[in-house]
């Protein structure tokens, strides 16, 4: 499991539940169309029960800090060169504290042509905050914002000099 491998979700023994814990219902979306993941996991962190309040309406969200869209696209084409990147994995580095893990947990069946028995079904929880829930948006735009203040890696500078000289090349 590609998630386990690259950290993002850890394994946790049957053993370890201590009172309610909650579990986030999951299901597969699958594309044949695309070329690098046909197959992606969906939770849903806006389930919940009833008289009970879901994953998403108990983090908070932060201020919306989404900029005017027209005038990005006027300062777009107003420029001589512009530069995209591709952020889709920055919410994957926003980790989890450990304490506040258990609420992000799911089952999982290891072998899917055997009988669902508690030998074969495991339990995961998430260690970093995955996309698509609420509240990542702010802390990826502004990570001073995080409660203990502090980020794993600052790479403005080692950013800023690849950027520079890479763009070398177009400088008149």
Known sequence: MEQLQTGMIEEVSHNDEVGVIPYLPHHEVWNPNKNTTKLRIVYDASAHQKAYKSLNEVLQRGPVMLPDLVGILLRFRMMKLVIIADIEKAFLQIG????????????????????????NIKSYRFKRVPFGWNGPCWLVKDPSQWPNGEFSYNAEDEIT????????????
């Open 96 to 119: 989890l504290h450990p304490e506040e893990r258990n609420c992000t947990r799911f089952l999982w069946v290891k072998y899917l042509d055997e009988e669902i028995s508690e030998k």
């Open 161 to 172: 000099q690849a950027v520079m000289s890479s763009l070398a090349d177009y400088r008149t």
